[in-house]
């Protein structure tokens, strides 16, 4: 039979509020990277940031967004990392990171997530920069913390 | 391994009480890859029926550029050589709008969009194509994608792509000639098997 494609590399539940989880070390032994997450927030929502190898530019980073709410269908494109927008209710993402140990490519992220009680969510996103990941950086941001419970788990996909 | 992992209250090397997030499957199986080290037109990939007692499913994972500096083109894909039977409906995302196309008669299946040659170097398409059934010889072949690419526009795909024909798959054609176009070195195809 062929290789089992991914590997758990990695996982934290939160046993208190976060603003930030982190990953670092991360070995350049898989083609890609899975990042799940399932959680919520605490204070302020929206516009979780997903920073690698400390690169906070936001400059850096671009998005395209599609989402539905129930009523409506909407899109955006900006110049940030964003890649969810977790509420206070129960969310759930799966971010990809495609080629991430790659050396000649910008890092292509497709995060597909919901809030559970309201919203689907679409991210197509990427980091402009051909360097591997070798770190990453998971802000709740806009003013929010992820709430205790949440969980992150890192996969490894080979290629 | 990862030598560490953090936020405000954890310490490295020691056992939280923990659960994984989300489902990420431990039943995909890598089947083949090709990450091109020179500019080519198409990348095959044959002998599937293989693997048709083991795995239910295919899942592909592409991350592909155009060479030529024509417009960004769609992942042109066939299954067995065949140039019929493809439709798709999509839910597109661009540059601040949302559109519904569909083409219920197409020559190929179509897997996602490639950047074009005079997009910013370094900006890659990238797909992830799951399709179901692939080696049933009673069902019609669906696949389920997620695509885009971020470069001279913005685009975000949630695509349904279909192959109207029971034949299990037996060869997946990757094309960029269709367009008059090659893949430039550096793209890649990822072929992984699912179990049921």
Redesign the interface.
């Known amino acids: 039979m062929a290789l089992q494609a991914t590997t758990a590399l990695a996982n934290i539940t939160l046993q208190a509020t976060a603003s930030s989880v982190t990953f670092n070390s991360i070995p350049n032994t898989y083609r890609d990277l899975i990042l799940t997450v399932t959680g919520s927030i605490t204070g302020s929502q929206g516009n979780n940031r997903l920073y690698f190898n400390n690169d906070f530019t936001e400059g850096n980073y671009l998005y395209c967004r599609l989402l539905g709410d129930g009523t409506n269908v909407g899109t955006e494109a900006a110049a940030n990392a964003t890649v969810s927008d977790f509420t206070t209710g129960r969310n759930q993402a799966v971010i990809e990171i495609i080629d991430y140990s790659a050396d000649n490519k910008f890092k292509n992220r497709i995060a597909r997530g919901d809030n559970l009680s309201s919203t689907v969510i679409y991210y197509m996103s990427r980091w402009s920069s051909n360097a591997p990941v070798t770190s990453i950086t998971y802000n709740a941001t806009n003013g929010g913390s992820w709430a205790a419970g949440t969980s992150f788990a890192l996969y490894g996909r080979i290629a | 391994?990862?030598?560490?992992?953090?936020?405000?209250?954890?310490t490295n090397d020691v056992k939280?009480?923990?659960?994984?997030?989300?489902?990420?499957?431990?039943n995909?199986?890598?089947?083949a890859?090709a990450?091109l080290p020179v500019d080519q037109n198409t990348v095959v990939f044959s002998n599937l029926n293989q693997w048709a007692g083991?795995y239910k499913d295919l899942k592909i994972?592409c991350?592909a550029r155009n060479y030529t500096n024509v417009g960004s083109g769609g992942l042109n894909i066939r299954f067995n050589g065949s140039s019929s039977g493809y439709s798709y409906h999509l839910?597109?995302?661009?540059?601040?709008?949302?559109n519904f196309p569909q083409n219920s008669s197409m020559s190929v299946l179509l897997g996602g969009l490639v950047p074009h040659g005079a997009t910013?170097g370094?900006?890659?398409?990238?797909s992830?194509i799951y399709i179901t059934d692939a080696f049933s010889s009673t069902k019609g072949k669906t696949a389920r994608i997620?695509?885009?690419?971020?470069g001279y526009y913005?685009?975000?795909?949630?695509l349904s792509s279909y192959w109207n024909n029971t034949a299990p798959i037996n060869e997946i054609l990757f094309s960029a000639a269709l367009d008059g176009n090659y893949f430039t070195g550096?793209t890649?195809f990822?072929i992984?098997?699912v179990t049921a």
């Open positions: 391994m990862i030598k560490s992992a953090s936020q405000s209250s954890l939280y009480r923990s659960m994984a997030a989300g489902a990420v499957p431990s995909e199986y890598l089947i890859t990450i083991i994972v991350n839910i597109e995302a661009v540059n601040g709008g949302v910013t370094g900006v890659f398409g990238p992830i997620s695509a885009g690419n971020l913005n685009y975000a795909w949630s550096g890649r990822s992984y098997g």
